[in-house]
């Protein structure tokens, strides 16, 4: 079956632009989550959506990034004007709801910011 | 908090030797741990996990792991490397219950000689 999809694969911005990253979760996955990869931070959390609940934004490094999740599929991450230490990989990943359950990754989503 | 520190930033060997990558952890509570790999270019995939069943796990691509509380060690093995084994592989925990973000080590790349 269709694993998690993201897009663009890749993204160039200029610096002070926004960007708008996509997240197809796999069907059925209730828990969808954002982690970035980048040379000097390794991967690292950003957020966390699990059904209905109120998400965990505890990881987003400013607030100029937020997400959402529209009906409980479909994720958005939002970059609002961008910086050059935005420029990673970032990845989404899903789960069944239940504890326990293996997150899967999508491909990632590489921004550079000039 | 629980962390996961990965020994060794990069590991060398010889194909068909024995692989030895380190991970220890660090956690108030019985932790889950993981190990994903990620191949250049490729997204993370999960190669096996503990999750306070059988200390000695089992995963793909004949790949195990051992965890020792009284080391606070969860070490990946593989009896003979192959040449596809070249990667970039992450020891990884996870939160609780409710709170399932997973927290990644920096990394250990793999190189195999031929």
């Known amino acids: 079956g269709a694993g998690v999809s993201q897009s663009p694969s890749n993204k160039v911005t200029e610096k002070g632009k926004d960007v708008e990253l996509r997240c197809d979760p796999i069907?059925?996955?209730?828990?969808l989550y954002w982690y970035r990869q980048s040379l000097g931070q390794g991967l690292e959390f950003l957020i966390y959506?699990?059904?209905?609940?109120?998400?965990?934004k505890s990881g987003l490094p400013s607030d100029r990034f937020s997400a959402e999740r529209t009906g409980g599929s479909v994720s958005t991450l939002t970059i609002q004007r961008t910086q050059q230490e935005d420029s990673a990989v970032y990845l989404c990943?899903?789960?069944?709801?239940?504890?326990?359950?293996?997150?899967?990754f999508g491909p990632g989503t590489r921004l550079t910011v000039l | 908090a629980q962390s996961v520190t990965q020994l060794d930033s990069h590991v060398s060997v010889s194909e068909g030797t024995p692989v030895l990558l380190r991970c220890n952890y660090s956690?108030?509570?019985?932790?889950?741990l993981f190990w994903y790999v990620q191949h250049p270019n490729k997204g993370l995939q999960l190669l096996l996990k503990y999750t306070s069943a059988a200390t000695l796990v089992k995963g793909i691509n004949g790949f195990e792991a051992e965890f020792k509380k009284s080391e606070t060690s969860f070490h990946l093995t593989k009896p003979s490397a192959h040449m596809s084994d070249a990667a970039e592989y992450f020891c990884v925990v996870r939160g609780l219950f409710g709170n399932e973000k997973l927290t990644f080590g920096t990394g250990t790349r793999l190189t195999i000689i031929p």
């Open positions: 069907s059925g996955h209730t828990a």
């Open positions: 990943a899903s789960s069944v709801q239940s504890f326990g359950n293996e997150q899967f």
């Open positions: 959506f699990q059904g209905n609940s109120a998400p965990d």
């Open positions: 956690s108030s509570y019985s932790p889950s």
